[in-house]
């Protein structure tokens, strides 16, 4: 099934920054699209953004757009986002997951071998 192991998340103020890493073993995920999710107090997961297996497509959701970039190395079998320009409401546990379809949706249903995910808490 293989395994995504998260890390980088943390406290930080307003207009802060983090990079988030998604380190993948056990499966060649290199050749799936990956996605970046997250789920703050109360709320439902919710997508945030994905990247094609080649690196060459990107999409964001729109609450994220110009302040997080998703890329990623296939060669270290590693997917990172950068949170830059962070707000209180980006305050979520962050998970990455794969698209072993590379459907590129932002659901979910798409979606397997999730991590455990990484902490992010955005204080103002």
């Known amino acids: 099934q293989g395994q995504l192991v998260e890390s980088g998340g943390g406290l930080v103020q307003a207009g802060g920054s983090l990079r988030l890493s998604c380190a993948a073993s056990?499966?060649?995920?290199?050749?799936?699209?990956m996605g970046w999710f997250r789920q703050g107090p109360g709320k439902e997961r919710e997508f945030v953004a994905a990247?094609?297996?080649?690196?060459?497509?990107?999409y964001y959701a729109d609450s994220v757009k110009g302040r997080f970039t998703i890329s990623r190395d296939n060669a270290a079998n590693t997917v990172h986002l950068q949170v830059s320009s962070l707000k209180p409401e980006d305050t979520a546990v962050y998970y990455c997951?794969?698209?072993?379809?590379?459907?590129?949706?932002?659901?979910?249903?798409?979606?397997?071998?999730w991590g455990q995910g990484t902490q992010v808490t955005v204080s103002s």
């Open positions: 990247i094609s297996w080649s690196g060459g497509n990107t």
């Open positions: 056990g499966r060649t995920f290199r050749n799936y699209a």
């Open positions: 997951a794969a698209d072993p379809r590379n459907t590129l949706l932002p659901s979910t249903a798409s979606y397997d071998s």
